[in-house]
């Protein structure tokens, strides 16, 4: 598939599991985090976002902690299907002018039936 | 459909010659954005309008120069395409002091042979 020969970090998950992602900010100014999902061949797609002053924020099915002393975020998913398929990336607003989001490298999440 | 629209969705082209990608939203927001994604699935801001100024201008070659007639058209123009300049290109859109995160098209992808 597409991710052959990606080299991205991969997490391979069974069917009904939970899944962890994470995701090591850079800048401790950063007050807007957002989770995207990329499935082959589309845009990233918006999954759930945290500003600074939470380190917890739930949807349905997912759930993004924020740990500002380690910059660290992380996505959960919840009973993990094979549509979660896809390479998901996490998104940093620095505050700067123009409201510009950095992106991490992104994480190959495989499901497996 | 609401929506965020990119044509073409696929460009391949030869080196040298000049090409046009155009990104459309009626979303009925004001920031709009070209992303580039590389073939380690890296994305990176290129430009970004905010009601036709251009408000972000990161470090990319003036072979490429955006355009906005209007805040709901960004278009990007690239001039003696190089084989390096193959890539997806994401265009993103945003309401400006939402703080919220950005919708993204569906990509176009550029293969400079």
């Known amino acids: 598939g597409e991710s052959v020969g990606l080299h991205l970090p991969t997490l391979s998950v069974q069917e009904g599991d939970n899944s962890i992602i994470n995701c090591a900010y850079s800048n401790s100014a950063s007050d807007y985090f957002i989770w995207y999902k990329q499935e082959s061949g589309k845009g990233p797609q918006f999954i759930i976002d945290i500003r600074s002053n939470m380190d917890k924020r739930q949807g349905q099915r997912v759930t993004v902690l924020l740990n500002k002393t380690v910059k660290h975020l992380s996505l959960q998913i919840a009973a993990t299907q094979p549509g979660d398929s896809a390479v998901y990336f996490c998104a940093e607003n620095p505050g700067e002018y123009g409201n510009k989001l950095v992106f991490g490298a992104g994480t190959i999440l495989r499901v497996k039936s | 459909d609401t929506a965020v629209s990119q044509t073409p969705k696929y460009l391949v082209t030869q080196m040298g010659n000049d090409k046009s990608i155009k990104c459309e939203q009626n979303l009925g927001h004001d920031t709009m954005y070209w992303y580039k994604q590389d073939s380690k699935k890296f994305l990176k801001i290129m430009f970004s309008y905010n009601n036709k100024e251009l408000i972000i201008n990161e470090t990319v070659p003036n072979r490429f120069s955006p355009k906005s007639p209007d805040k709901a058209h960004l278009n990007l123009h690239i001039n003696s395409l190089e084989l390096g300049d193959s890539a997806v290109y994401f265009c993103?859109?945003?309401?400006?002091?939402?703080?919220?995160?950005?919708?993204f098209g569906s990509g176009t992808r550029l293969t400079v042979v």
């Open positions: 993103a859109s945003t309401a400006s002091g939402t703080g919220v995160g950005y919708t």
